[in-house]
């Protein structure tokens, strides 16, 4: 007996001395996966595309949330704290510096995305403000994209190759994306380009698709930039009259809600200016997952396909 | 004991076996036949590219590292690049002059242009023509397909006969 026994754990142990054979990855590679914690959806989406699995990313704000106003818990500094790399928008989206607080803090290198855009000045007030959603339009995702792979490919120099692989396929579907978008917008007629939304976010794709011309093709909304307290944000009475009335005196058709901002105001607008509303836009964060909403490309789509469903049914009736 | 030692040739029968017959195949796999020889061509070649559109940067280009912008038309013989340039006029012609490695067989010259994101949809047109000796020896006209990228293969054919130089290009 005692004999088979030792047969037997001799066999076993020659088995598992083959290569492979209980290795939970069949490449031989390192166990720890290098950790990337990212400040929103967006940017999330963004790394996962550049990625894949060879890397986890973590994600601090949750779908639907505000970056604005967002105040970090205890568990994102602990999530921080056990990245290898941190990534944020930039342009002041995270209110306060809260993510590059949290990267500081924990001694954490931090990336901005949005490093290298040309922004959108606005002025509020006689403040000159910066546009932080640089995101809604198709070539800033690629730069957004473009930055990550490169920090990303300095981090873990070895997976390099997998990384620009796969950035140039999701370059590629950016490309498609904005020619899609563009054939898309041209359905509405120019005159009927008009996108009233509830906060500033949509400049940038304003100016690249061209809607709001008589507003310089900029976003038209109650509140600015942020919905926070930062210079140029939020809603004063002067804003609201003036949207109200830009409203009328543009024709807008319908105004739009957006999935991260109470929508209480802009449907109070709406009643008061006598629009309808053409439905819901994803802003400044993607949707919940299994969403269509919960890549950026599935946000940039359904985003589109409310917009000229809206503004193309009431350009018909017309 | 006996088990034991049983079993450990058994082990070393079995995997050794393997090894050899895996070294055996190594050793009867054919050596690979000899590339035929590469013969250039004996004339001065020009590349030339006229577009109908204004050729601009790819914003959806790969961009490792913050060097410059990148290339807006880019032509190449396979890794070989011929033409890299980051801004073309509609219509005024781009010339590489002279384009070495041009060889007698098939030549295919890779192209890529950009145009800007705004012309999305709209038909363009790049000509590429391939001159020999002052000549014009082949040309091929592409159009977009509603993208904001233009990219094709442009194939010319050099064959050598008793009637001196005859050049054919593939569509």
Request: contains cysteine.
């Amino acid at each position: 007996m005692i004999k088979r026994l030792l047969v037997l754990s001799m066999l076993l142990v020659a088995i598992a001395a083959c290569p492979g054979v209980f290795a939970a990855d069949p490449a031989g590679r390192a166990q720890k996966k290098p950790v990337l914690v990212c400040s929103t959806t967006q940017v999330a989406d963004f790394a996962r595309q550049v990625v894949g699995d060879r890397c986890v990313v973590q994600c601090i704000l949750a779908p639907g949330a505000d970056p604005h106003t967002y105040l970090p818990t205890p568990g994102d500094e602990k999530m921080v704290r056990g990245a290898d790399l941190c990534l944020q928008n930039g342009l002041h989206l995270e209110g306060n510096n809260w993510m590059g607080k949290l990267a500081k803090d924990a001694g954490k290198p931090l990336i901005v995305c949005a490093d290298g855009i040309p922004p959108i000045e606005v002025e509020y007030g006689g403040n000159r403000v910066s546009d932080p959603h640089a995101w809604f339009s198709p070539r800033n995702a690629a730069v957004y994209v473009n930055n990550i792979v490169r920090a990303i490919s300095e981090t873990d120099p070895a997976g390099r190759e997998e990384y620009e692989a796969r950035t140039r396929l999701y370059l590629q579907t950016l490309r498609v994306l904005d020619g899609w978008i563009r054939e898309q917008v041209n359905r509405i007629p120019p005159q009927q380009r008009i996108l009233v939304t509830s906060h500033d976010a949509f400049n940038y794709f304003c100016r690249e698709y061209h809607f709001n011309a008589k507003q310089g093709y900029l976003s038209l909304a109650p509140v600015g930039w942020s919905t926070g307290s930062e210079v140029g944000a939020g809603m004063t009475p002067e804003r609201r009259k003036q949207v109200i009335e830009s409203i009328r005196q543009f024709g807008a058709p319908a105004v739009f809600v957006e999935t991260s901002v109470n929508p209480k105001l802009i449907r109070e607008i709406a009643l008061e200016a006598g629009v309808e509303i053409g439905g819901e836009l994803y802003s400044d964060s993607m949707g919940k997952a299994g969403s269509a909403g919960e890549t950026y490309v599935g946000m940039m789509r359904e985003n589109v396909i409310t917009i000229t469903n809206s503004l193309s049914r009431k350009a018909e009736k017309r | 004991m006996k088990r034991i030692a049983a079993v450990l040739l058994l082990w070393i029968a079995v995997f050794g076996g393997l090894a050899l017959y895996m070294k055996r195949l190594e050793t009867k796999r054919p050596a690979p036949a000899p590339e035929p020889p590469r013969i250039e061509s004996p004339a001065v070649y020009a590349l030339e590219v006229t577009t109908t559109f204004n050729v601009e940067p790819d914003p959806f280009a790969l961009r490792t590292d913050d060097s410059g912008k990148p290339a807006a038309l880019l032509v190449r013989i396979a890794e070989r690049e011929i033409m890299r340039v980051a801004e073309v006029q509609a219509g005024i012609p781009v010339r590489a002059e002279p384009v070495a490695g041009i060889i007698q067989g098939m030549n295919e010259f890779f192209v890529e242009a950009n145009m800007p994101l705004d012309t999305t949809g709209k038909s363009v047109a790049l000509r590429m023509r391939l001159i020999g000796d002052g000549l014009p020896v082949a040309e091929q006209t592409f159009w977009s397909e509603g993208e904001s990228r233009i990219a094709g293969t442009f194939r010319v054919g050099l064959d050598k006969d008793k009637e001196g130089n005859k050049f054919h290009h593939d569509k």
